[in-house]
């Protein structure tokens, strides 16, 4: 992944475009049902001719649009539009490769994706947990180690492992995350070690992202990783909602262009490639 963002930022950056980091945008401005600029943290103002917005449908419509300039219905559509997260994330770094039983010694799978989902009834069970606000105690993991590939991004010898767990539910039964953090991290081990019983012996170190922490940290409404859920009547044309799917926002010369848009989930480019055409025509159309 961050080679692929270094890729982009240099092609970006090559095309003429500012990149600034540590830049938090608090406000987006309209005049007249105009967006005419941003607002960022620190107080100052930029202006500009349109406005794309790769935050989710929620946070950029509902928080960072006044509500006074959005009609009392989209407004009342876009909070039942559904993104309440299932999904955490732990990150471990490991004093070598861990060794899987199935292998049989053989590495090279390790490139790959791992996934630790034997069977539909374990997924079933893994997602039933979630459903009553309980995370998964044999949760479904989708596992990556990306020194196999890029020894870079570790010291030698040294490796890194990824791990997306499902189901976690963004609202717990009983407590709250601080508290679950830590029993979180340790049943993800336990679920691993039980294909690769070598694994907690090699952890030096590990980060414990929980749905609360997607939300806090890197902005996540709901800690929902795709921007809202996925599901028929949040797709295609109704993605994020029925006449609002081409990108367009009800504010006018402000753009959605994330996963909370047609075609949504994943490291595809479409939505924000499909933003980019509309965007454009639109632009040129006012010349």
């Known amino acids: ?69 959005l009609s009392p219905d989209f407004a009342m559509k876009l909070q039942h539009y559904r ?26 799978a390790l490139a790959g994706r791992i996934h630790i989902g034997p069977e539909i009834d374990y997924l079933e069970r893994a997602f039933d947990e979630s459903k009553y606000g309980n995370f998964s105690k044999q949760p479904y993991l989708e596992v990556v180690i990306p020194t196999v ?74 800690g929902h990783i795709f921007h809202g859920e996925l599901a028929l009547d949040q797709f295609f044309t109704m993605r994020p909602l029925l006449d609002w799917a081409r990108y367009h926002t009800p504010i006018k010369n402000l753009y959605l262009c994330g996963s909370g848009t047609h075609p949504g989930a994943g490291l595809t480019g479409g939505s924000g490639a499909n933003a980019a055409r509309e965007i454009a025509k639109q632009l040129k159309a006012r010349r």
């Open 1 to 69: 992944y961050e080679i692929i963002t270094q890729a982009m930022a240099a092609a970006a950056t090559q095309a003429g475009a500012e990149i600034r980091s540590n830049a938090e945008v608090i406000e987006v401005s309209v005049g007249n049902g105009v967006a005419t600029g941003v607002v960022l943290a620190t107080g100052e103002e930029i202006s500009a001719k349109a406005i794309v917005s790769n935050a989710d449908p929620k946070r950029t419509l509902l928080k960072l649009v006044d509500p006074v300039h």
């Open 149 to 222: 590939e890029d020894p870079s991004l570790a010291p030698d010898g040294k490796h890194v492992m990824s791990i997306y767990v499902q189901y976690v539910p963004f609202k717990l039964k009983n407590g709250d995350w601080e508290s679950q953090r830590v029993p979180l991290g340790d049943t993800v081990v336990k679920t691993l070690a039980q294909y690769a019983p070598n694994l907690p012996e090699q952890i030096l170190t590990h980060q414990i992202i929980t749905p609360q922490d997607l939300e806090d940290t890197y902005g996540l409404t709901g």
């Open 83 to 108: 993104m309440p997260g299932t999904v955490a994330k732990v990150n471990l770094a490991l004093s070598g490769l861990p060794k899987f039983t199935a292998l049989n010694g053989d590495s090279s």
